[in-house]
């Protein structure tokens, strides 16, 4: 099939992946509805895809991977960088001609018998000023369906990048056998590629989304001083009509969607406030004209974690969901073909098809502790389903960002919320970030470990040098720097049920941030950074649940827990990255010092 583009880069590069994997035919995915239509009814009639309830879920279908290719595999993802040194101790590196040269026999002749298409994608608005293009080469469907709604996927990609730019990243996939021995998931840094294979999950093959928006495009925007992270953009408007957008940054499965998608509670959706959602998973940011920091969503779609979604949780996110969306991995309704999870509703399918394909009594299989959805179990959805999208998603120019949060699971230690003093104290609060694990990536589920900016799977180099580049794109926003706040929605009791009750109700937490921003509530100001007085936490409607101990106990700053937290950070940046060949700024250190001595005072 003839190419889409003249640009001779691009045709240049297919070809010699063409020669290297060897398909019996080239699709070049222009994006239209009846190539779209055809490639659906193609994976229908093999099985690939299973057809939803079309009365209820028109447009939606079900893809089963492989049980053991359900989630990102970080010890298999590697980042290849001329030198060791330039991926730094947060990666697994190899040479590169090293690792190409055990790539390309896997590589060669893999699509013999199979159909190679070849996607053009654009992640950001077409024509936005920050936007850029990739280009995957792929052997599977399930890809190419999922792209189309996680991109602005098609011929139009081509327009951002004209006949002659070079500017683009390269995207080999195949899914292989799906051997897990050798499944690997690779970035090349230095020439804009990346190459996996064997795996035919989510973020091991949507190579537009966490390979490329975040591992490549970090390194992009270090040398393009701009930035590339993993947070979510949401816009709060207030009762006057004005809307302040926030990003921020959890780990896999720490609550981004639904912070993102949030519903106010009663007291202040009365009052007019209303949360609109820009982006649930990356950000792209950069200095605008007048200074301030400017966010897009690179992505187009959504590819959320279903178990625990519902329509009380995460109205919205579900909302997104009921029409031409694709779910990957979680429970179907034999009886009526609807999509079920665990949390979804407390009425589990009595026939129901668990997520490795076996039909089971629902019922009784839950009862006995089974899961009958994968707890990484996802939906992909167009965003443009999502009733509250903002008006800004396609702004080429992005939203200005009046502050930053970071975040993640920790059962203690870490309060509800405190606001950092300063940029820099800020960027240290990012680097500190720690949480409890989830079945986002495969291993242990529930251990602590440093996720630096929730970002340590997917710093695409150095994790010092990306610390020092916060630093600098600090001095350039100098005071319209967002502010930097952290919050923790996972704060457990002696039981260990958590005490806030979250969700909805993080937009108490918002209201204060945005307060902090604007100037108009005081704070106590402790060692970590500035707390709330309790009395500044809107409870109206909560009270029951939230009473002042529970505050209290939300807002405590245990100074020797903190004591602990300062020594275990410096035992990281010391021995697991300093050691390890991390380049740490000093002003990082300077900050543990600063800490250290505030708490010892
Ligand atoms: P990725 O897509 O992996 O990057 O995840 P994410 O950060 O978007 O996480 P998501 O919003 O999908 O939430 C993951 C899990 O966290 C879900 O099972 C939620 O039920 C749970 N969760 C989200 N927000 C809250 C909250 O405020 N409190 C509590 N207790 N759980 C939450
Ligand atoms: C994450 O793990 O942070 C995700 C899902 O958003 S994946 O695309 O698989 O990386
Ligand atoms: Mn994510």
Request: aromatic share 10%; with cysteine.
């Amino acid at each position: 099939m003839a190419s889409l583009t003249k640009n001779p880069n691009v045709n240049k590069w297919v070809d010699e992946m063409v020669a290297l994997t060897q398909p019996d035919k080239v699709v070049w995915i222009d994006g239209s509805d009846e190539q779209l239509k055809a490639l659906r009814d193609e994976a229908l009639s093999t099985g690939e895809m299973i057809l939803m309830n079309q009365d209820e879920y028109p447009g939606c279908l079900y893809h089963r991977t492989a049980p053991n290719d359900v989630a990102r595999v970080e010890d298999r993802t590697f980042i290849c960088t001329k030198t060791k040194e330039g991926a730094g101790p947060t990666n697994n590196w190899m040479d590169p001609d090293e690792m190409w040269n055990m790539l390309k026999p896997m590589y060669d002749g893999v699509m013999k018998g199979r159909t190679m298409y070849v996607i053009p994608y654009s992640m950001g608005p077409i024509g936005s000023p920050l936007a850029k293009v990739g280009v995957e080469v792929t052997d599977s469907i399930y890809v190419v369906l999922n792209m189309d709604i996680m991109t602005r996927m098609g011929a139009k990609a081509f327009e951002n990048l004209g006949d002659t730019s070079d500017d683009f990243v390269r995207g080999l996939h195949s899914k292989a056998d799906v051997d897990p021995e050798k499944r690997y998931i690779v970035q090349f840094p230095e020439s804009n590629t990346i190459c996996s294979i064997n795996s035919a999950y989510g973020g091991n093959v949507l190579l537009g989304k966490k390979c490329f928006a975040l591992r490549i495009a970090s390194f992009q925007g270090k040398n393009e001083g701009w930035m590339a992270e993993h947070m979510l953009i949401l816009g709060v408007q207030k009762p006057d009509g004005d809307v302040k957008y926030i990003t921020a940054a959890f780990p896999s499965a720490c609550g981004k969607t639904n912070l993102a998608m949030l519903i106010p509670p009663k007291f202040y959706t009365e009052q007019g406030y209303k949360v609109w959602t820009v982006g649930d998973d990356i950000a792209w940011m950069k200095p605008g004209k007048d200074g301030r920091l400017y966010a897009i969503n690179p992505e187009n779609g959504f590819f959320g974690v279903a178990p625990g979604t519902n329509a009380k949780s995460n109205y919205n996110a579900l909302a997104s969901t009921k029409k031409n969306a694709i779910f990957t991995n979680v429970a179907i309704n034999k009886d009526t073909m609807t999509p079920w999870w665990e949390g979804l509703d407390k009425n589990p399918p009595v026939n129901a098809i668990e997520w490795k394909g076996a039909e089971v009594n629902g019922v009784e299989y839950t009862a006995k502790g089974e899961k009958l959805a994968h707890p990484n179990s996802r939906f992909t959805a167009p965003a443009e389903n999502c009733p509250c999208i903002s008006s800004e998603f396609n702004n080429p120019e992005g939203v200005p960002v009046t502050a930053m949060i970071f975040g993640g699971r920790r059962e203690k230690t870490t309060p509800l919320v405190y606001q950092s003093f300063d940029w820099v104290h800020g960027t240290y609060v990012g680097s500190a970030v720690s949480s409890e694990t989830t079945a986002a990536a495969t291993g242990a589920v529930g251990v602590l470990r440093h996720d630096p900016m929730a970002m340590k799977p997917f710093i695409g180099y150095n994790v010092g040098d990306y610390w020092a580049h916060w630093l600098e794109m600090g001095e350039i926003l100098g005071d319209k720097a967002p502010k930097i706040f952290n919050v923790n929605w996972f704060k457990k009791d002696e039981n260990g049920n958590f005490i806030w009750p979250g969700f909805g109700d993080n937009m108490r937490v918002l209201d204060w941030i945005i307060k902090r921003c604007e100037g108009t509530v005081d704070a106590v100001e402790t060692p970590i950074g500035f707390v709330p007085k309790p009395e500044d936490i809107n409870v109206t409607g909560i009270e029951d649940e939230v009473t002042p101990e529970i505050m209290d106990k939300l807002l405590d700053i245990d100074v020797d827990l903190w004591k602990a937290e300062i020594k275990e950070m410096r035992r990281y940046y010391d021995e697991d990255i300093k050691a390890k060949g991390g380049h740490i700024p000093q002003a990082l250190y300077d900050q543990l010092d600063k800490i250290e001595a505030r708490l010892n005072k």
